[in-house]
């Protein structure tokens, strides 16, 4: 079957943000300071690279696996918001733009420390806007 919709245009595309919330826990052999990467359980395609990830603590501690870098103010939190790129294995990786989080490389990474007790998270997508993959 054909369409035929013109000569020109955008074509946006937009991810559909899983409403759910999502529990799970970060551990500490979970993180990998050097490679700025950490995982946690999560179904899979629930994450893609490039969503925004708001990322909070279910007892109310701060998320001390993030090094105090990672947010504006320069210090840790019990919450934020990240943009992420998911790797092959479902590892993690925050980024401070939507761009750096679709380039994966080193450019924005958020950097990550170590942690010794487990902190149990829940992760949402707070995707709101569209974001433009390609013209035609």
């Given at each position: 079957m054909t369409v035929f919709v013109g000569n020109s245009g955008v074509v946006k595309l937009r991810r559909s943000t899983p409403s759910a919330t999502f529990t799970s826990t970060v551990d500490p052999g979970d993180v990998n300071v050097s490679k700025?990467?950490?995982?946690?359980?999560?179904?899979?395609?629930?994450?893609?690279?490039?969503?925004?990830?708001?990322?909070?603590?279910?007892?109310?501690?701060?998320?001390?696996?993030?090094?105090?870098?990672?947010?504006a103010g320069g210090s840790q939190l019990p919450d934020g918001n990240w943009y992420i790129s998911v790797d092959e294995l479902g590892g993690v990786c925050l980024y401070d733009t939507f761009a750096n989080a679709l380039n994966g490389g080193s450019s924005g990474k958020v950097t990550l420390a170590a942690i010794t007790t487990a902190i149990p998270i829940e992760v949402k997508s707070v995707q709101s806007q569209y974001n433009i993959l390609g013209l035609v």
């Open positions: 700025k990467r950490f995982s946690f359980d999560f179904p899979q395609e629930m994450l893609l690279t490039g969503d925004l990830l708001q990322i909070r603590s279910t007892n109310n501690v701060n998320l001390a696996f993030i090094d105090a870098s990672g947010w």
